[in-house]
């Protein structure tokens, strides 16, 4: 089955800071969404990016999918930016998730 | 619109017995996945549905099941359950399979 890479897998930034994560992926895959899951395991939807580039405030996307791979960034970073970011893949079967990149914002 | 809900929010059983955790979509959403998360696996698939029928499901063992009622609404069930099926247990609706997926608040579970 297709394989969902994240990293880095853990990052600490201080408040204000700008910061990128990474998705790799191993096949095509037909969409592609980037989540933030809170400190209540509440996984909230960042962005539906099957390709190209999505900004929603401080946070923007990019997917390369001829390349297989996707993008999140975060600016001027804020402590509620604290939690685990996922991506997850379609295969076409069903979303694979990566393992996450931990992040914590520090004041 | 309301968006995803589950119950119960918490549960604490037993070695041995069985559970059924209950997930409402989205009003109009029509495809409905469940997925355990635990530490040590990650977030991991259990199954789909859409339109009543299961779609897809994850590797794991028959002990899981679930359904999809006319209204949407689904129900997975754990029989036999282990202490290693202690885990947060999340559902999510879309309104297609393939589509934008947005996800409940999650059942804890948690076996003793």
């Known amino acids: 089955g297709i394989q969902v890479e994240q990293s880095p897998p853990d990052l600490i930034l201080q408040e204000g800071a700008n910061s990128t994560l990474r998705c790799n992926f191993s096949d095509s895959v037909n969409n592609l969404q980037w989540f933030h899951q809170n400190p209540w395991g509440q996984l909230i939807n960042l962005f539906y990016i099957p390709s190209g580039t999505k900004q929603n405030g401080r946070l923007s996307a990019t997917t390369v999918a001829t390349e297989r791979y996707s993008l999140l960034y975060i600016s001027s970073s804020q402590t509620t930016d604290s939690g685990v970011y996922f991506c997850?893949?379609?295969?076409?079967?069903?979303?694979?998730f990566g393992p996450g990149t931990r992040l914590s914002v520090l004041p | 619109k309301a968006g995803v809900t589950q119950t119960p929010r918490y549960l604490i059983k037993t070695r041995g017995q069985q559970v059924t955790l209950s997930c409402s979509p989205i009003s109009g959403h029509r495809s409905v996945s469940w997925y355990q998360q635990t530490p040590g696996q990650g977030l991991q698939f259990l199954f789909e549905y859409f339109s009543e029928t299961q779609r897809n499901k994850g590797n794991f063992p028959g002990r899981f099941s679930g359904r999809q009622f006319s209204n949407s609404r689904s129900e997975m069930n754990v029989s036999t359950l282990e202490l290693g099926d202690s885990a947060l247990y999340l559902c999510a609706s879309s309104s297609m399979p393939g589509g934008e997926q947005y996800f409940g608040p999650g059942t804890r579970l948690t076996v003793t």
């Open positions: 997850a893949v379609d295969d076409g079967q069903n979303f694979v």
